[in-house]
C-alpha cells in the first residue's frame, strides 16, 4: 500500500522535481482531497522532504529527491522533528521579542534588551543574526546612524523591522549552513541574499 505521503513525493518528484508546485496543483498530481495532501505536504515537511518556499508553494528539497530515487518509505504514525532543537528562551528569540518592540534599533540596543548574564559574545551573536534578516529581508538598514559612545565612532548602525515583516511571535531560525532563514509562522525557508549595506532611510517612519 502507498501512504499519501509517499504518493505526494513521488508525484511531485516525477512532474517537478525542482520546482515550485502549489497544494491545488499537487491535488491535481495525486487525486488525493485537499486535506489529504496538506497533511501528506506536513508530513514531508517534518522528514525535510519538501520545504515550503513561500505561501502556498511548495519544492522538494535535494534529500527528497534522493528519497523518491530510492523509493523511501514513509509510513503512517508520528513523526518526530529531526531539525535543531529549539530553546525556547534563547538569545535570538529574546531579540526578536525586542525587535518587534523598538521597530528601529542598533546592536547595543538589542545587546541591552537582551541580555540576562552570562551569555558568550552576545553582540557578536546578535550581529550575525541581524545581518542574517537583514539578507533573508526582515530588516531595513537606516541612513542615519545612532551616536557612538567612542569619540572616533562613527556611529551605530540601525534596522527597522517593518510591521508587515512581523509574521509571528515564533523568531525566524537562521541556519549559517545552508544559508536560509526559516520562519515557524508562516513556514517559509527564505535563501540568503546579500544585501546593499548602501544605507537607505525609511522616511515615512516615525
Not at 525535510?48 to 528539497?61: D, F, I, V, Y
Not at 515564533?170 to 545552508?178: G, K, M
Request: include cysteine.
Amino acid at each position: 500500500m502507498i501512504w499519501t505521503a509517499e504518493k505526494l513525493l513521488n508525484a511531485i518528484a516525477e512532474a517537478s522535481p525542482k520546482e515550485c508546485v502549489t497544494e491545488a496543483r499537487m491535488a491535481e498530481l495525486t487525486g488525493l482531497k485537499p486535506q489529504q495532501v496538506e497533511q501528506a505536504a506536513l508530513k514531508l515537511r517534518k522528514h525535510l522532504l519538501l520545504e515550503k518556499t513561500s505561501r502556498g508553494c511548495h519544492k522538494l528539497t535535494e534529500a527528497g529527491i534522493a528519497a523518491a530515487a530510492e523509493g523511501k518509505q514513509l509510513r503512517s504514525g508520528p513523526t518526530k522533528w529531526s531539525g535543531p532543537k529549539v530553546n525556547k528562551d534563547s538569545i535570538r528569540i529574546r531579540a526578536w521579542r525586542a525587535m518587534k518592540l523598538k521597530g528601529k534599533f542598533s546592536l547595543p540596543d538589542l545587546c541591552m534588551l537582551c541580555a540576562k548574564g552570562g551569555e558568550k559574545d552576545i553582540y557578536s551573536n546578535l550581529r550575525k543574526y541581524v545581518k542574517a534578516l537583514e539578507d533573508a529581508g526582515y530588516l531595513i538598514r537606516l541612513s542615519l546612524r545612532e551616536t557612538g559612545t567612542a569619540i572616533t565612532s562613527n556611529g551605530n548602525v540601525r534596522w527597522w523591522l517593518s510591521p508587515e515583516k512581523v509574521t509571528g511571535l515564533q523568531a525566524p531560525v537562521w541556519s549559517a549552513q545552508n544559508k536560509t532563514v526559516y520562519d515557524p509562522n508562516t513556514e517559509e525557508t527564505i535563501s540568503l541574499r546579500p544585501q546593499d549595506t548602501s544605507a537607505r532611510e525609511v522616511r515615512h517612519v516615525a
